[in-house]
């Protein structure tokens, strides 16, 4: 492979990493036990405020927090860049990364209650790949059922690297519906609701509350008058005026 190529491989899945290892902090909050003691007797609702993000691009802003919260892959890239199971379970390559075998966790069913098939699986995971990577999916040769939990992925070329790019979302064929810990209402850009059927458990946070800001400072007054619960995704510019708070918790990540 040219190094070129090999060197913009690296450059793209060091980028999905920082934006995945983020995704999973937004998860672990909206999930977080301290989070659900603000409401006792009744699961909380988490009050989320961004800033200058769109409402309409599907690839930021709000529409994709909706889809971080709601669509899973088989796998997510983890804060050390390494991939660590999401919709799978295990995984094994039998031929020094020229494929994989992907054993299903069990249990799982999208939002509407079908369940997450092998077959399911297969059909749709080239198609998200190519949606979610491009190009890059073009070294995916075949994607198939094995059994009634596993599949197999089989690449042109070994390679560490492309693995990581099951990391692309599984929806039901047909729909944008997923299999995640929220459910987006339908109709709404701003507001999801816990999946009481989520094969993790149920969140223990109710609903998630979106509002948008046209700039970080004005979240930011907002938040300390208590009417939101956390800033999402905030700039290196603002870090240090919220830093010095005494009562709000900073969450970097890399």
Same mark, same amino acid.
């Given at each position: 492979? +040219?190094?070129?190529?090999? =060197?913009?491989?690296?450059?793209?899945?060091?980028?999905?990493?920082? *934006?995945?290892?983020?995704?999973?902090?937004?998860?672990?909050?909206?999930?977080?036990? !301290? /989070?659900?003691?603000?409401? @006792?007797?009744?699961?909380?609702? *988490?009050?989320?405020?961004?800033?200058?993000?769109?409402? &309409?691009?599907?690839?930021?802003?709000?529409?994709?927090?909706?889809? #971080?919260?709601? $669509?899973?892959?088989?796998?997510?890239?983890?804060?050390?860049?390494?991939?660590?199971?999401?919709?799978?379970?295990?995984?094994?390559?039998? /031929? /020094?990364?020229?494929?994989?075998?992907?054993?299903?966790?069990?249990?799982?069913?999208?939002?509407?209650? %079908?369940?997450?098939?092998?077959?399911?699986?297969?059909?749709?995971? +080239?198609?998200?790949?190519?949606?979610?990577?491009? +190009? #890059?999916?073009?070294?995916?040769?075949?994607?198939?059922?094995?059994?009634?939990?596993?599949? !197999? #992925?089989?690449?042109?070329?070994?390679?560490?690297?492309?693995? !990581?790019?099951? =990391?692309?979302?599984?929806?039901?064929?047909?729909?944008?519906?997923?299999?995640?810990?929220?459910?987006?209402?339908?109709?709404?850009?701003?507001?999801?609701?816990? /999946?009481?059927?989520?094969?993790?458990?149920?969140?223990?946070?109710?609903? $998630?509350?979106?509002?948008?800001?046209?700039?970080?400072?004005?979240?930011?007054?907002?938040?300390?008058?208590?009417? *939101?619960?956390? *800033?999402?995704?905030?700039?290196?510019?603002?870090? &240090?005026?919220? @830093?010095?708070?005494?009562?709000?918790?900073?969450? %970097?990540? %890399?």
């Amino acid at each position: 492979m +040219p190094e070129g190529r090999e =060197e913009r491989r690296r450059r793209f899945f060091r980028t999905a990493a920082r *934006l995945v290892a983020f995704a999973g902090a937004v998860a672990a909050v909206a999930c977080s036990r !301290e /989070n659900a003691a603000r409401s @006792e007797g009744a699961a909380a609702v *988490l009050r989320v405020g961004v800033a200058g993000l769109s409402s &309409s691009n599907p690839g930021s802003g709000l529409r994709q927090l909706a889809q #971080i919260l709601s $669509i899973e892959g088989l796998a997510r890239v983890g804060e050390d860049g390494r991939p660590e199971p999401t919709l799978a379970e295990t995984w094994t390559s039998p /031929n /020094n990364g020229r494929s994989y075998l992907v054993r299903l966790k069990s249990g799982v069913k999208f939002h509407d209650g %079908t369940p997450l098939t092998p077959e399911i699986v297969a059909a749709v995971l +080239p198609v998200s790949m190519r949606q979610t990577f491009g +190009p #890059i999916a073009d070294d995916v040769e075949q994607v198939k059922a094995v059994d009634a939990n596993t599949i !197999e #992925i089989t690449f042109r070329r070994p390679s560490p690297l492309l693995f !990581e790019a099951v =990391e692309a979302g599984i929806r039901k064929p047909g729909s944008s519906v997923g299999t995640g810990p929220f459910v987006a209402v339908p109709n709404s850009a701003s507001e999801l609701r816990a /999946n009481p059927d989520y094969y993790g458990g149920q969140p223990r946070i109710r609903e $998630i509350h979106v509002e948008t800001f046209p700039a970080v400072r004005t979240a930011w007054a907002k938040m300390l008058r208590n009417d *939101l619960d956390m *800033l999402w995704e905030v700039g290196p510019d603002a870090l &240090s005026s919220l @830093e010095h708070s005494a009562k709000v918790a900073v969450f %970097t990540y %890399t």
